[in-house]
C-alpha cells in the first residue's frame, strides 16, 4: 500500500513542487530529442555515407531500405495506401541528402519539378496519366526508345553525370507499376517537397 502524499498548505510550496515539474518535464524533453537525434543518425547515416562517397547506385538500394524500415514493410508489402500516409520528415530527410551531395542534381524535389515540368499536376496524377509519366520516364532516364529501363538498373550511369532527377530510383519499382508512381508523387506533393 502506498504512503498518502504530504498535505501542502502553502503557495510556496506549491509553486516549487511545479518548478520541479517544469524542470522534469523539460528534461524529459530533451532526452527524447536526443533520442530521436540518435535514431536518425542510425537511420539516415549509411545513406548520408553513401552518397557522400559518390556511391549512387548504392545509395540507391539504401534509400529503398530506409523507406522500407520507416513503415516496417517489405517491397512487395509496401502499398500505394502506405504512401498517403508516409511521413514527410523522412522524405524530406532523404530529399535532402540526395540534393546536397549530388549538386542539386538528384532528389525527391528535382523528381517532382521535373514531372510538372513535363505536364504533370495532382489532376493528371489523380487521373493515372500514363503518357505524362512516361514522358517524365523519358527525361529522367528511366525510360530509352519508348522501353522502360528497370530490368536494364546495373547498367545505368550511376555518377554525377547521369540524368538530372534520375536517383533515387529502384524504390519507385513496385508491383503496382504507375498506380504506385502516381500515389509516390501525390505524397511529394502533399508533402510540400520543393
Known sequence: MSEPLPEIDNNTQW?????????LNNRVTYLEEKLKLVSDLDRYGKLQSLLMAGKFKEADLETTVVILD???????????????????????????????????????????????????????????NTQ??????????????????GNNYDNWDFSLS???????????????????????????INCDIS
Not at 551531395?101 to 515540368?117: A, C, H, M, P
Open 15 to 23: 509553486t516549487e513542487i511545479l518548478g520541479q515539474l517544469q524542470s
Open 70 to 128: 520507416a513503415v516496417n514493410k517489405s517491397r512487395d508489402d509496401l502499398t500505394p495506401d502506405d504512401m498517403t500516409k508516409f511521413p514527410c520528415n523522412i522524405l524530406k530527410v532523404i530529399d535532402r541528402l540526395w540534393q546536397d551531395y549530388s549538386d542539386n542534381r538528384f532528389g525527391f524535389s528535382k523528381q517532382l519539378t521535373i514531372y510538372q515540368e513535363v505536364g504533370g499536376s495532382l489532376d493528371t496524377l489523380r487521373a493515372q
Open 162 to 188: 547521369a540524368p538530372v532527377g534520375c536517383f533515387p530510383a529502384i524504390w519507385w519499382k513496385s508491383p503496382y507499376g504507375f498506380k504506385m508512381a502516381t500515389f509516390c508523387f501525390i505524397r511529394l
Open 132 to 149: 505524362v509519366l512516361e514522358k517524365y520516364g523519358d527525361q529522367v532516364g528511366w525510360r530509352k526508345e519508348g522501353k522502360w529501363q
